[in-house]
């Protein structure tokens, strides 16, 4: 009896605690769902998180859900490739989808199940393999990234480019004295209509060195 006991109040726990969650996530707007909290996945959220983006973690396994949750991070468990998920996710109010999954199929499935749910959301997946790259930008996906052929290319630039490779790499992080980044320009600002050159006159702990125009 005792152990009834406690097996309902921990059941009755569980569930309290994944509408808590659900109630959360169908609350978010412009967010992004990280799927899969593999190696790949943690760096993206560690990144989200740095940069104050919302994010919502899919992960089918059970013991890197719970890390996902023991993190900090809102997490779903289950397949993200199922539509259910997705929904619940709210893929439909979401920004972006990461597809950070271990497998090319499976990263194929979630980008035509993201791309059929909503057409504009943007897609960013991870391919292993250099077809599997073909096949998912083919499925709908925005960009796809290999960190197998983007370490090779990061070798490369070490060995052709070495200062230039040093440069970039030390600009992705705040602690340096320099940073690269990219800067939204909101309606109404006084900066909207100014060239590059003007830019730089006008903030001066900024360098401007492009300018992409809005869609007409």
């Known amino acids: 009896y005792a152990l009834g006991q406690l097996v309902q109040v921990a059941v009755s726990y569980q569930l ?3 509408q808590k969650m659900q109630k959360k996530i169908d609350q978010m707007q412009d967010h992004f769902i990280v799927c899969g909290f593999g190696r790949v996945g943690r760096t993206v959220c560690r990144h989200l998180t740095q940069s104050a983006k919302p994010f919502v973690v ?5 013991d890197q859900f719970q890390q996902s949750c023991a993190e900090g991070y809102l997490s779903l468990l ?3 490739s199922k539509d259910e998920i997705l929904l619940r996710a709210g893929i439909e109010r979401a920004h972006g989808i990461i597809c950070a999954v271990d497998s090319d ?3 194929i499935v979630i980008t035509l199940s993201a791309r059929e749910l909503h057409q504009g959301i943007q897609i960013i997946s991870r391919a292993d393999e250099e077809d599997g790259v073909k096949k998912i930008r083919r499925a709908g996906a925005s960009h796809v990234v290999s960190p197998a052929l983007k370490g090779a290319d990061d ?4 060995v052709i480019r070495p200062h230039l490779a040093e ?3 030390a600009s992705q992080y705040s602690e340096n004295e ?3 980044s990219e800067l939204m320009i909101a309606e109404g600002s006084s900066l909207i209509g100014l060239t590059v050159r003007e830019y730089g006159t006008r903030q001066e702990s ?11």
């Open 78 to 80: 289950g397949a993200a």
């Open 155 to 158: 070798i490369a630039d070490w």
């Open 58 to 62: 899919i992960e089918k396994d059970e």
């Open 167 to 169: 440069f970039l790499k």
């Open 16 to 18: 309290a605690w994944s």
């Open 206 to 216: 900024l360098v401007f060195i492009a300018i992409k125009r809005a869609d007409p």
């Open 178 to 180: 320099y940073m690269f």
């Open 105 to 107: 199929s499976e990263n």
